[in-house]
Every structure is written in structure tokens, then in C-alpha cells.
DNA sequence: ACATTAAGCTGTA
DNA sequence: TACAGCTTAATGT
């Protein structure tokens, strides 16, 4: 496994040159996590975690201590940047959904790499809006009453964004419950209700919309 | 209208 | 064939 990979991929460390990326390097701390282990949590020391390759979730425990997926990360994605601004983290947590090669970077220290480099800051800061227009989204989501409106209104933003009636659902069908509030058996049921009433194709995580309108419809119903 | 529980099915290593 | 992921059915809230 490759060791110096972190500072690289990241979309927040691009464009920097090379003596740059050296001294971020010399900041990051390399792991291997295997597959359902918890990186992130209210009880780990503060810091930046990165997934360098394999994937991760983070979510927050419901009242209920359920969990609710936030997002899915995968290779470059990262989380845990709010911690870097002196925010508590109170409720986040992210876990390994596959083996995984992980890279951290201790709160104190970032603090000392922003003031050097505020492109960095500024990358971050971009990222960190995309993120919240993100959850912003998915409160839109949950904030709709029925689970087949959530549905609904996920399968036709998820097309929008790709641009094509035929999409690949990015995580498994529990992940997705979470993501929307519900079970995984819902999920399937409801999706083979829309596929009964020929509002959209079913093969596995293939899902063509053969009729947007009708879904449109029912999200607004 | 949806969750829970339990059991059965299917693809993949 | 053992397991994870998904589905189906029965029953509960």
C-alpha cells in the first residue's frame, strides 16, 4: 500500500506545488482501517480524517440511536474539517464501509498549515459549502412527509445530476434507507411499487425513469 | 403508512 | 458453500 498518496488526491491540496505538498505530507498520519471500523467519533481526538482508498459513511445517531446517514465517502473525500475550526464535535461519526486506507491530520497542525497556505483555506471553505448545499438538500428530503415522496424526489434529483434517465444508485439499498429515514425494506418495496405502476426500470442498482412527470407528481403530492 | 421480525432468496468470493 | 445484500410475508405501532 502506497504511502504518501493523501496529500496528492485531495481536491483541497491541488495546484499546490511540490515543496507544498512535502510539507503537508510530513503532517499526515497514515492508517489501514478495516471494513465497519470507526475513525471518527464525539470520542476520537480532533483532527481532519481523508479516505485515501476504500470507501467510508458518516452519519449521527438518531433519538432513537439509529443511525442517519449523512454521505458516502469515497477515494479523496474527507470529513471532520469543522473540527478544525475549534467546533466540538458532538455527534458525527464515520466508519469504514470496506477496507480502507486512511490519512489524518491532528486539528493543532492544520491550524499551522491554513495560515501558511490560505489557498488551502480557501479550497475548504468551497468544499465545506458544496457539503452544507448538500445536507441542505437532504433536509429538503426528509422534511417531505411520505417515504415514496423522499424516494421520489431522490431517484429525480439523482438523474438530474447525471444528467440521464438511467442511473446507478451510489450505495446499497441500506445505506439508502438510511440516507432517507427509512428501512431497506421499504426501499425495495417502494421501488417495485414505482416499478409495478411503470414509473421507472428496475435491474439491481440500475434504475431507468421511464416517467419523470408522474414521479414529479407524486413528490409534490 | 411504515417498522419490526423472521425467513427465504440470490449473487459473489 | 458461506456470507452479504436484498426480498417477502406476517404482524405490530
Not at 168 to 176: A, D, G, H, I, R
Not at 185 to 191: A, G, Q, V
Amino acid at each position: 500500500m502506497s504511502e504518501h498518496i493523501c496529500a496528492e488526491i485531495v481536491p483541497i491540496f491541488e495546484q499546490l506545488d511540490h515543496d507544498e505538498l512535502l510539507k503537508i505530507s510530513s503532517l499526515v498520519v497514515h492508517h489501514h482501517f478495516q471494513k465497519g471500523e470507526v475513525i471518527l467519533s464525539p470520542n476520537t481526538p480532533s483532527q481532519l480524517v481523508i479516505v485515501a482508498a476504500g470507501a467510508a459513511k458518516s452519519y449521527q445517531l438518531s433519538a432513537s440511536g439509529k443511525e442517519q446517514l449523512l454521505s458516502v465517502l469515497d477515494a479523496g473525500d474527507f470529513e471532520g474539517e469543522k473540527n478544525l475550526f475549534g467546533v466540538q464535535n458532538q455527534e458525527l461519526y464515520v466508519e469504514t464501509l470496506k477496507n480502507s486506507a486512511v490519512c489524518t491530520i491532528a486539528t493543532s497542525e492544520f491550524q499551522q498549515l491554513l495560515e501558511n497556505y490560505p489557498s488551502i483555506a480557501l479550497k475548504l471553505l468551497k468544499s465545506n459549502a458544496e457539503k452544507i448545499a448538500a445536507l441542505e438538500k437532504q433536509n429538503q428530503l426528509l422534511n417531505h412527509d411520505s417515504v415514496e415522496q423522499r424516494l421520489a424526489t431522490y431517484l429525480l434529483d439523482l438523474a438530474k445530476i447525471k444528467n440521464n434517465d438511467q442511473i446507478v444508485l451510489p450505495m446499497k439499498l441500506k445505506e439508502l434507507a438510511s440516507f432517507l429515514g427509512t428501512t431497506p425494506e421499504t426501499i425495495s418495496r417502494k421501488l417495485h411499487i414505482f416499478s409495478d405502476r411503470a414509473l421507472i426500470n428496475q435491474e439491481r442498482h440500475t434504475i431507468t425513469i421511464k416517467d419523470s412527470t408522474a414521479l414529479e407528481e407524486l413528490k409534490n403530492a
